[in-house]
Nanobody, 112 residues
Framework: QVQVVESGGGAVQPGGSLRLSCEYSGRNFEFYVVGWFRQAPGKARDFVARVSLKDGSTNYSNSVKGRFTISRDNAKSTVYLQMNSLKPEDTAVYYC?????WGQGTQVTVSS
């Protein structure tokens, strides 16, 4: 069974940065695709970014492209989401998904 644990959320002012971590456990990691999603109050859960653990290829939503960077450290079984130039509209609970398995989420609040 795959377990997923997110960390690194918090409160930051507009223009600031945060780095989220997603630690996963299970088997056959090399076939995993790990993604970040976010859900703002009263809204649907939206795709943010994903990375292939096999070849490192990445995809981003248009709303975060150029500001967020997803990366992987296979030795640590961890995927990171570096978030720069944060905006109030980035405020949401951020969830990690590893091959269909969700973590509990971590809150990100961007406010002055």
């Amino acid at each position: 069974q795959v377990q997923v644990v997110e960390s690194g959320g918090g409160a930051v002012q507009p223009g600031g940065s945060l780095r989220l971590s997603c630690e996963y456990s299970g088997r056959n990691f090399e076939f995993y695709v790990v993604g970040w999603f976010r859900q703002a109050p009263g809204k649907a859960r939206d795709f943010v970014a994903r990375v292939s653990l096999k070849d490192g290829s990445t995809n981003y939503s248009n709303s975060v492209k150029g500001r967020f960077t997803i990366s992987r450290d296979n030795a640590k079984s961890t995927v990171y989401l570096q978030m720069n130039s944060l905006k109030p509209e980035d405020t949401a609970v951020y969830y990690c998904n590893a091959n269909g398995n969700w973590g509990q989420g971590t809150q990100v609040t961007v406010s002055s």
